[in-house]
T-cell receptor, first 112, second 117 residues
């Protein structure tokens, strides 16, 4: 089955710097890759997603890149702000199963 | 945007009792909803897929008699933790897909923190 690895597990950056979180997946049939932000005590919120026919997608300070050959995708947050501090999860959705397999999460701390 | 409402947000119950958690899609219909469990500082583990009008599909290792799922309408799925024990204490999160196909976004509720004393 699909396996998603996520790194790093924790990440601290200075306010204004960029943050990059990387995920790798194992199933080449996966074709949808969302990213979620989870704040303490709340459910995950979708922040950006990318489909396998696209290499990059950007939404203001957030961007996601996908390398299908290498089977990895990354989340890039620029000009980080304290409110970006949260746990971020990547996920991969495998064709035909309708299931999301989540990465292990990255705890991002943006230091003011 | 698609909103998934989960209730209650917190519940404390005694060992041996049952607890029901509701998950509603507020502005869209969801033929399929998903129930996850999350331990502190860990990722989300899929417990079961709830299918409207039919039986839920449980992941390996999840006891279907312990975690009863009912999906009676296109906007409501319920998870009942039966005969709860302290080890059932966890954060339970439901989600629903807005649209058809596995490439549709999955939207999550705000979770239910269950504490069994």
């Amino acid at each position: 089955g699909e396996n998603v690895e996520q790194h790093p597990s924790t990440l601290s950056v200075q306010e204004g710097d960029s943050a990059v979180i990387k995920c790798t997946y194992s199933d080449s049939a996966s074709n949808y890759f969302p990213w979620y932000k989870q704040e303490l005590g709340k459910g995950p919120q979708l922040i950006i997603d990318i489909r396998s026919n696209v290499g990059e997608k950007k939404d203001q300070r957030i961007a996601v890149t996908l390398n299908k050959t290498a089977k990895h995708f990354s989340l890039h947050i620029t000009e980080t702000q304290p409110e970006d501090s949260a746990v971020y999860f990547c996920a991969a959705s495998t064709s035909g199963t309708y299931k999301y397999i989540f990465g292990t999460g990255t705890r991002l701390k943006v230091l003011a | 945007g698609a909103v998934v409402s989960q209730h209650p947000s917190r519940v404390i119950c005694k060992s041996g009792t049952s607890v029901k958690i509701e998950c509603r899609s507020l502005d869209f219909q969801a033929t399929t909803m998903f129930w996850y469990r999350q331990f502190p500082k860990q990722s989300l583990m899929l417990m079961a897929t709830s299918n409207e009008g039919s039986k839920a599909t449980y992941e390996q290792g999840v006891e279907k008699d312990k975690f009863l799922i009912n999906h009676a309408s296109l906007t409501l799925s319920t998870l009942t933790v039966t005969s709860a024990h302290p080890e059932d204490s966890s954060f339970y999160i439901c989600s629903a897909r807005d649209g058809q196909g596995n490439n549709s976004p999955l939207h999550f509720g705000n979770g239910t923190r269950l504490t069994v004393t």
